[in-house]
């Protein structure tokens, strides 16, 4: 006779990383769609590469292949001015990041962005793997989704493809979406029980991504008409140990990043 048993079972698993998804509303969006039209593009995107003292490029320091298109671009986002578009996206930027350090344990840590770029990108464009750099030891890096094609939106989201073979035959189902690594695996490692290691977004208007500097991420080219628009930034981290931040002085907060720029 077979004896049924009450067995409890829980699955342990442990993160490789931490990664946050912030939907932000549509008049936000809005707002900073229409101060990157109105402030950084000007009347045209020819224009403020074309006019020395218009010139919003940030491509020069970026691993980003935009250039298929004459509207092709990776602008500064002045995100330090004190316009205030400006302040707003920083201090929206500020607030998330930091919840994100409050989430994972380390909210007596400040989150400070000192860096904001727009990305343009067209048909063809593509940004090669990469990660970001900061100032301070630790540090976050962020992506801001703008505008998305259709031809990227209509495509169906990774987390409804089951199995490990849903990019065969070509399927295309990963133009334009952001792919980020975080450790070298194969088929073979999955099958020994190794965990995922990677992981595709597809782009979404209002997501925001926060996550550690270090993680390695690329965009796909996509094929099709429409503007795919992002905003990525970076963020220091000041543990307690570099500053007591709510209570230093300006002058005392880049002292501590001058020990990291020599």
């Known amino acids: 006779m077979e004896k049924n048993y009450n067995v409890k079972t829980q699955m342990r698993s442990r993160p490789a990383l931490h990664m946050f998804h912030v939907e932000l509303p549509t008049d936000f969006i809005d707002n900073i769609n229409k101060y990157i039209d109105d402030e950084l593009l000007d009347d045209n995107y020819g224009k403020v590469k074309g006019n020395a003292e218009l010139d919003h490029s940030y491509s020069k320091g970026l691993v980003g292949q935009i250039n298929q298109d004459k509207r092709s671009a990776q602008l500064d986002c002045k995100v330090l001015d004190e316009t205030e578009n400006a302040q707003l996206l920083k201090s929206t930027l500020d607030a998330t990041s930091n919840e994100y350090l409050r989430q994972i344990g380390f909210g007596d840590s400040h989150a400070d ?97 926060i996550f550690p500097n270090w993680l390695k991420h690329a965009v796909m080219p996509f094929h099709g008409e429409g503007e795919r628009r992002t905003l990525a930034a970076n963020a220091n981290i000041f543990s307690p140990e570099l500053v007591d931040w709510k209570n230093a002085s300006e002058e005392e907060r880049q002292k501590v990043l001058q020990t990291f720029r020599r």
């Open 113 to 209: 962005v000192f860096e904001a770029w727009t990305v343009h990108s067209f048909s063809g464009d593509y940004n090669p793997l990469h990660d970001h750099g900061v100032m301070t030891p630790a540090g976050l890096s962020m992506i801001l989704y703008l505008q998305v094609p259709e031809c990227i939106s209509s495509l169906p989201d990774p987390d409804d493809k089951s199995g490990s073979t849903w990019l065969n035959d070509s399927s295309g189902d990963i133009d334009g979406f952001t792919y980020f690594i975080w450790d070298n695996r194969n088929q073979a490692d999955l099958r020994r029980l190794y965990p995922s290691a990677e992981e595709y977004f597809k782009p979404k208007v209002g997501s925001l991504l």
